[in-house]
């Protein structure tokens, strides 16, 4: 990668002072106390020839320039195959900065034409870096002349980072975006790629692995189209979920497209008491009342009708463009399997059970279960399956055995959530962590002196976390008993 090329090298950062300050806070306290400053970065890279590549890097926080770099490199002839020389650059590049600035990139805007030249930039960011790729189109937005290709790398680089940055809430996450008929567009957009399929292809077996590829490949031949409608973009199980298919689809080319409503304020709570109902987490006495049941049905009817039924939607007929295969997720959108079957009986729907209902509950007639499971049921019961978490208590007693099918929950092992991270990023999210729980006047994590305990939920009645506060109290008493001194926390 040496080259005699002229280069620019980074020439501001961290001030001595600031080193020596935070070197002294890692060396005593570790990454969890050194607060890190966060930027984002911008990157371009073009072909000086066959052989050379200029990469440009540009420094920004949320207002300035802070500092730039140009490289020159040299694409050997003789490189292994699938060696990424652009990418190694970049990330031994970016990383160093970090080190020895005391900075975390929160995000990386980079052109379109930089992912195709180095196809693994975009996951090595992510994966290791914990930074997320923008991928933008420089002439998106020209409506006549395009002036990209006659800036100088540098400006590009410099561009793509002001880019980046827009795409970019205050809480350093990028903007959910929810486009036109309701279509959930995730990634901001589709703009983030955070992952290959060679990554996904990592997380499992051959085995399954082959049978996915079998039933994609299936998907694709004949073209077929899934549309998945459910309440809300975010915040829950069901939305992780989501957002996981969709990027993986996208990465397989199969037609896969999460459809949400436009939300009305009124409803929101009415739908809350529902599940609470349903899982048995309610006060005995609370019921829907008829009022509340017809303005559910008015608002998914409205929204049907306004953007789903009309033409062009998903829900019209599939030789109209709509959806060949329409999935119904969790009891706020049962409301448009009527609306569906009517318009094409022999659609398959499938209605997707994603919470715990008290079966026994919903047995017992007169029950406010009974009531509202009644009347979701009336609904429900023209799908084609109904599929459950794979316990069967969860399934009530009047769903046909030959309906019910059983689905676990699912994870992508390499999202935000769950993807391994360096002791770098993991003390950058751990400060904030502690920030947060001295601002509220909580015990801090004592981490990485000692171990914790986790549970990743909503604070929601049903979660369980009053047991999960028992088993925690349960286990502290046993170490108790054993002199076991290196107890872990538990953080919830």
């Not at 935070?22 to 066959?50: C, R, W």
């Not at 300035?64 to 590049?93: C, P, T, V």
């Not at 049905?297 to 789903?308: F, G, L, S, V």
């Amino acid at each position: 990668m040496s080259s005699n090329k002229p280069t620019r090298k980074f020439s501001t950062g961290a001030t001595s002072h600031r080193k020596r300050q935070m070197s002294l806070l890692v060396e005593k306290d570790g990454h969890v106390n050194a607060p890190l400053q966060t930027l984002y970065l911008g990157i371009s890279a073009v072909f000086a020839d066959d052989h050379t590549a200029v990469i440009a890097l540009a420094i920004h926080d949320t207002v300035y320039l802070n500092d730039f770099s140009i490289k020159h490199i040299s694409l050997d002839e003789d490189m292994r195959e699938g060696q990424d020389l652009i990418a190694d650059h970049i990330i031994n590049e970016v990383e160093t900065y970090e080190h020895e600035n005391f900075v975390k990139f929160i995000g990386a805007g980079l052109p379109v034409t930089l992912k195709y030249m180095s196809p693994s930039l975009c996951s090595r960011l992510w994966l290791d870096l914990d930074i997320v790729p923008v991928v933008l189109r420089p002439d998106h937005e020209a409506k006549e002349k395009n002036f990209w290709d006659v800036k100088r790398v540098d400006e590009q680089a410099d561009s793509m980072a002001r880019k980046c940055i827009l795409n970019f809430g205050p809480s350093l996450v990028p903007h959910l975006q929810v486009g036109y008929r309701g279509i959930v567009q995730t990634d901001a957009g589709f703009r983030v790629h955070l992952t290959n399929l060679q990554n996904h292809k990592d997380t499992c077996s051959s085995a399954t692995w082959g049978a996915m590829q079998f039933y994609a490949n299936k998907l694709r031949e004949k073209k077929t189209k899934i549309a998945f409608f459910s309440a809300t973009p975010q915040g829950g199980g069901v939305a992780l979920m989501r957002h996981a298919l969709v990027r993986l689809s996208r990465l397989l080319g199969v037609d896969v497209t999460w459809y949400v409503p436009k939300p009305r304020p009124g409803v929101f709570r009415i739908t809350k008491n529902q599940h609470n109902i349903l899982q048995g987490v309610s006060h005995p006495d609370q019921r829907i009342s008829d009022a509340e049941k017809a303005a559910i049905t008015d608002w998914i009817e409205d929204n049907a009708k306004r953007y789903w039924l009309s033409e062009g939607g998903p829900l019209r007929p599939p030789e109209e463009g709509g959806a060949d295969v329409i999935i119904i997720d969790d009891p706020q959108m049962p409301g448009l399997v009527p609306m569906i079957k009517r318009l094409t009986p022999d659609r398959p729907v499938l209605y997707r059970s994603h919470i715990q209902i008290r079966s026994d509950l919903v047995a017992n007639e007169g029950s406010p279960q009974n009531d509202i499971w009644n009347y979701l049921w009336s609904n429900i019961k023209d799908t084609d399956l109904f599929i459950s978490h794979p316990i069967p208590k969860f399934v009530p007693h009047t769903v046909p055995k030959e309906k019910v099918v059983y689905l676990p929950a699912t994870t992508d092992w390499i999202d935000g959530l769950n993807k391994h991270m360096n002791k770098w990023d993991t003390g950058y999210y751990a400060h904030i962590y502690n920030q947060q729980c001295r601002n509220q006047r909580m015990t801090e994590l004592d981490w990485p002196n000692r171990k914790y305990i986790a549970q990743v939920a909503r604070f929601d009645p049903a979660k369980g976390i009053p047991t999960v506060i028992d088993s925690y109290a349960e286990f502290r008493r046993r170490c108790d008993e054993a002199n076991i001194s290196d107890v872990p926390q538990l953080v919830v």
